[in-house]
């Protein structure tokens, strides 16, 4: 796995590809290509929502690279949304930047500078998520809080935290593990978390 980070103001964001040895060539890798969109200014935050959840893993440790994360890249749509070269297990040279990766270069250098300029000139991320041929929320609900703190839609941000449920928290239904939160415990924390950034932030 490699990445590619790109900061631009509060942004980062980061291209992803993953390759394993192809089962049906051994000259080439399966690869698997996706990209993402973060706010990195919200990791404390981020950290502090998850940090003794039953449900989900806090973006600590191995799982660092996730804090603040918001979006990630559109399925492909021909015609409609997104890049044909996203989310798909492409083989490509395992040896040598051959015909089939110089083809793939040339799809970013025209296809990345357009997803990223889609949020990084938007005037309101929020609202740009929901219009976006090239972007998918990653987390309906700390990725929608975190995009609408940045946009200091305070009012908002409340009324999504308290919007949230029990459901929302734990989806699958699992039983909270010992010495962790309940999904209900967890919901208290969040609400009183994004209260208190409020409060300390508005103006």
């Keep these: 796995m490699c990445y590619y980070r790109l900061k631009q103001g509060d942004l980062l964001f980061e291209l992803s590809i993953t390759a394993s040895p192809s089962k049906y060539d051994h000259t080439k890798w399966s690869t698997h290509i996706t990209y993402y969109a973060s706010l990195p200014k919200f990791g404390k935050l981020h950290v502090e929502l998850q940090k003794n959840s039953s ?3 806090p973006p600590t440790g191995p799982n660092s ?3 603040g994360l918001f979006a990630t890249s559109r399925n492909y749509v021909p015609g409609q949304r997104g890049f044909p070269w996203v989310r798909r297990f492409l083989h490509l040279e395992n040896e040598t930047i051959g015909p089939t990766w110089c083809s793939l270069l040339r799809q970013f250098d025209r296809d990345l500078p357009i997803a990223w300029a889609d949020l990084s000139v938007a005037d309101d991320l929020y609202e740009q998520m929901f219009q976006s041929k ?3 929320w990653y987390d309906l609900l700390h990725g929608q809080l975190f995009t609408l703190l940045h ?6 941000a409340l009324e999504h935290v308290h919007s949230w449920t029990e459901k929302d928290i734990n ?3 699992f039983e909270a593990e010992p010495g962790k939160w309940t999904a209900q415990e967890e919901l208290d924390n969040a609400i009183r978390l994004v209260t208190e950034y409020v409060d300390k932030h508005r103006k």
């Excluded at 946009?151 to 908002?156: A, F, H, L, Y």
Aim: net charge neutral; proline share 11%.
């Design 134 to 136: 090239y972007w998918a």
């Design 65 to 67: 690279s996730f804090k």
């Design 151 to 156: 946009q200091q839609r305070w009012d908002d």
């Design 171 to 173: 989806p699958q239904g």
């Design 55 to 57: 449900f989900s893993p």
